[in-house]
């Protein structure tokens, strides 16, 4: 990063219960499990050394407290907004993923190409990618040239917005992976051009620390929702 460029860290939170269950998560407050508080004390080290000087978080449990942690290693304040949510996953929130194959394996399918508008009583990409990039553009006008933020937020949603925010085209979000439970993305903004740049993507901290993460073979969703 050039002394000049603004940085923006996007931090998915720490693991759940729910998401190692492989369970839809939503809007509903599932707190961090063990693991995920350990995830996040890891994370919140990494991250406090970038030196950042303001904070911005999703108001659900899971990314609250992975933003608290950054909070006390850095020495800040987060800005609560819920517009950092995570996708409503609406009827399916709780289900698990072979649950919701087993019952409704056409909306599944739809569900697993990223068309989460299919879920009755569930939010569009599109919805999400405007409420989360609104936030993403605020936080960096408010950052001075050469400061850096963080913003805490969920899989699915940083995802596409990510894609959203960079300017590439929104079907290039099928090809890249989610991010894993604290794991970060870095952009920056060097004021040239109007354009930011991706400088890193899943980084992550301390794994070694926490506990490996078991993949069933039937759960592999286009983005990480949660």
């Known amino acids: 990063m050039t002394d000049a460029a603004k ?8 693991r759940t219960a729910w998401n190692q269950e492989r369970r839809a998560q939503g809007h509903i407050d599932v707190p ?5 508080r350990a995830q996040a004390a890891a994370a919140a080290s990494a991250v406090a050394a ?9 108001d659900l449990a899971r990314a609250r407290e992975t933003a608290a942690y950054v ?3 850095g020495g800040l304040t987060a800005v609560v907004d819920p517009r950092l949510r995570e996708y409503d996953l609406g009827e399916r929130t709780g289900m698990t993923m072979p649950e919701y194959a087993a019952s409704f394996p056409d909306e599944y399918a739809a569900f697993r190409q990223g068309r989460y508008e299919v879920v ?17 553009r605020e936080a ?3 950052l001075a040239p050469g400061e850096c933020g963080v913003v805490v937020s969920h899989g699915g949603a940083l995802k596409v917005s990510l894609v959203e925010v960079l300017g590439w085209p929104s079907g290039l979000a099928a090809t890249v992976r989610g991010l894993d ?11 040239a051009g109007g354009a930011l740049r991706l400088a890193a993507y899943n980084r992550v ?3 070694d620390t926490v506990a490996a993460r078991p993949r069933p073979k039937d759960f592999a969703p286009p983005e990480r929702v949660g």
């Open 7 to 14: 940085r923006l860290v996007l931090l998915r939170h720490g």
């Open 181 to 191: 439970n604290c794991g970060w993305a870095e952009l920056e903004d060097t004021g």
């Open 140 to 142: 960096l006008a408010a």
């Open 50 to 58: 970038l030196r950042p000087v303001a904070l911005w978080s999703s």
């Open 205 to 207: 901290a301390g794994l």
């Open 120 to 136: 009755p009583g569930g939010e569009s990409t599109a919805t999400v990618t405007a409420r989360v990039t609104a936030v993403l």
């Open 32 to 36: 961090l499990d063990e693991v995920g």
């Open 71 to 73: 909070e006390a290693a």
